[in-house]
C-alpha cells in the first residue's frame, strides 16, 4: 500500500475516532457533571503517567517491528523479542494494578478535591480506573506492534468500531443502566478488553511461525536496550512536560474546576489526531529508510510528511485559538461553559500546536537512533516547567499553566531545529523553517485575520456559528496547502486529472 493510500486511511480512522472521542463530551457531562467527568481527567492523568513506566519499549517494539519488516529481524529472533516484551509488560501491567488498588483511598482522600462526592466514590472510581489502565497498559505493547508491521487499514478500522462502541455505548449505558461515573467506567473497562484481544491476536497472526516456541531472552533485551533507554528517558521526560501540571491542578484546584481545564486540553488535543496518523506511517518508513541507508528518500519523505503535518495543524490550531468561544459554544449549547473555558482553550492549543510541528524532527532522530538532543531539551524544558507552575500557577491560575505550555514547546522546537540539521539532514534547516513552519503560519493568519472582520455575533444561531467555522477552516486549510511545495503539488496533479 502506498504512503499516501496509508496516510489517507490513518486520517479516516483517526479522523472518526477523534469525533466519537470528542463528540459525545457535552453528554458525558450533562448524565455526569462537571464533577464526575472531573475523574475521567484524573483517569487520563494516571494514565499519562503510565509512560514512565514504558521504560522506551513501545517505541522499541514499534521500530523493531519495522526493522523486521526491512529484513534485519530473523523469524525467531522477532518471536523472541516480542515474548520478553509481554513478560515485561505483564509483570507492570500486575505491579500497576496492585498499587493503585491499595493506594484508591489515599488518592481520594489526599489527591482529589470533591466537592460533593463522597471520598468512598472516589476510591470505588479509581479502583475501577486501576484496572483500566492495568489493561491499556497491555494493549500498548500490541498497539506499537501493529503499527510497526504497518497494518494501517486493520489498526483504523477496528481502533474507528472500538471508538464509536465506546461513544455510544456509554451514552447508552449511562441513559439506560446508571448516569454513574462507575458505570461509565466500568463499560470502558469492558471495551478495552476487546480491545486487547483484538490487538493480541493480530500482532500473533501477523508473523510467520518460529523455528523453536518463543521465549524470554536477555540477548534481545541487551540488542535493543541502547535505544529502549535512551526512549524510556525521553518518555518519562515528555510525560512529565504534559502530565505534572495536570497533577498538580488536581491538588490546587477543585474537581469542578480542574473538568473545566481537562476540557479545554481535550478540545486542544483534538489536535493531536490530525498529528497521530501521519506519525503512524512516519516513523516506520523513516526507520526502514535509514535501515536501507536511503538517505535521499530520508530526506523527501522528512519533508513531505513535516508539511503534511504544518497543513494538519495550523489551521485547525489558529481556528481554535481565536475562535474559541464560538466553538465551544457550537459544540456544547451552552454559554456559560464556553466563555469559562475559552480563554484557556485560546492558550493552550497554540502549546499544543507546536509540540505537533515537532514530531517529525524528533521521529527523525528516533530513527536513527540519535536520542540526545530530545533528551538534553527535555530535561532543560522539565527544570523550568516545575517551579514555574509552583510560582505562578497557585497566583494565577490554570491559565499561568497554559501559557507556561505555550512557551516550553515553542522554544523547545525552535532550539531542536537550530540543532538537529547540524547532524542530520544537514542543510535542511532553512528548507523545514520555510516550508514547514513560516510559509504556512503567513498564509494561514491572512485568512483568519479576514475572517476577524466577518466573524459572526455571538447572538447568531449555532448552525450559522458552525457554517462560519468550518468555512474558516477550509479556507485556512488552503491557505495553507498553498504556502507549501507539497500542496502546490498536489493541487497541481488535481488540475491536471481534472
Known sequence: MSLQRDVTVNYLGQGWIALMGIAFLPLYINYLGFESYGLVGVYASLQGWLAVLDMGLSPTISREMSRFRAGEYAIQQIHDLLR?????????????????????????????N???????????A??????LIAMRWLASLYRSAVLGLNYQVWFNAVFAGLAT???????????FVSPTIHAFLLFQVAVTIAELGALWWKTKSSLPNPVASARFSVLEIRRVWHFAAGMMVITALATILTQVDKVMLVKLLSLDR?????????AAGALSFMVGPVCNVAFPRFSELVARGDNVGLREQYHAFAQLIAVAVIPAAAMLSVFSESVLYVWTANSSTSAAIAPILSVWVIGTAANGLIHMPAYLQMAHGWLRLIIMVNACAVLILVPSILVFVPQYGAIAAAWIWVGLTCTTLLVSIAVLHRYLLVDERWHWVKHSLVFPILGVA???????????H?????????????????????????????GRHKLDNLRRAL
Open 84 to 112: 520478553t516484551m509481554e513478560v515485561i509488560f505483564l509483570f507492570v501491567a500486575f505491579a500497576l494494578l496492585g498499587m493503585l488498588l491499595w493506594g484508591a483511598s489515599w488518592l481520594s482522600r489526599n489527591w482529589v
Open 114 to 124: 470533591p466537592v460533593h462526592l463522597t471520598p468512598d466514590t472516589v476510591a470505588q
Open 126 to 131: 479509581i479502583m475501577i480506573i486501576a484496572f
Open 165 to 175: 462502541l465506546r461513544g455510544i455505548g456509554a451514552i447508552a449505558v449511562l441513559a
Open 258 to 266: 480542574f473538568a473545566h481545564f481537562v476540557f479545554a486540553t481535550t
Open 446 to 456: 491572512i485568512i483568519i485575520f479576514l475572517m476577524k472582520f466577518a466573524s459572526p
Open 458 to 486: 455571538s447572538d447568531t444561531s449555532r448552525l450559522a456559528q458552525f457554517c462560519f467555522l468550518v468555512m474558516g477552516w477550509l479556507a485556512a486549510s488552503l491557505a495553507a496547502i498553498v504556502a507549501t511545495p507539497l
